[in-house]
Nanobody, 124 residues
């Protein structure tokens, strides 16, 4: 059974930081790329960041310079460090996994597995 479990969400003030984690099980971690997506109320799910390896990362323009994605293959865990948070970052954040490399990383369709999501709320 494949499972992706997110954690680390919460309520923070604007300008604060959160570190999300996604623990994967039931798959060959090294063979998968991982993306972080978010969905705010009334909006479509959007890609935030993606990593295929420690040296291959991508970010949405809206989070560049503020968010950092990383992965620890030994612990089967993907992280999203979120700094300088803004109210518009408020959303449910999802971890997703896809086999192999991503051609269009921010598209939802190619991903094979999804986590349950973790709520991030940024107050002003």
């Amino acid at each position: 059974e494949v499972q992706l479990v997110e954690s680390g969400g919460g309520l923070v003030q604007a300008g604060g930081s959160l570190r999300l984690a996604c623990v994967a099980s039931g798959l060959d971690f090294d063979e998968y790329g991982f993306g972080w997506f978010r969905q705010a109320p009334g909006k479509e799910r959007e890609g935030v960041s993606y990593t295929r390896s420690q040296d291959t990362t991508y970010y949405a323009d809206s989070v560049k310079g503020r968010f950092t994605i990383s992965r620890d293959n030994a612990k089967n865990t993907v992280f999203l460090q979120m700094n300088s948070l803004k109210p518009e970052d408020t959303a449910v954040y999802y971890c997703a996994a896809r086999f192999g490399a991503a051609s269009t990383w921010s598209s939802i369709e190619p991903y094979d597995y999804w986590g349950q999501g973790t709520q991030v709320t940024v107050s002003s």
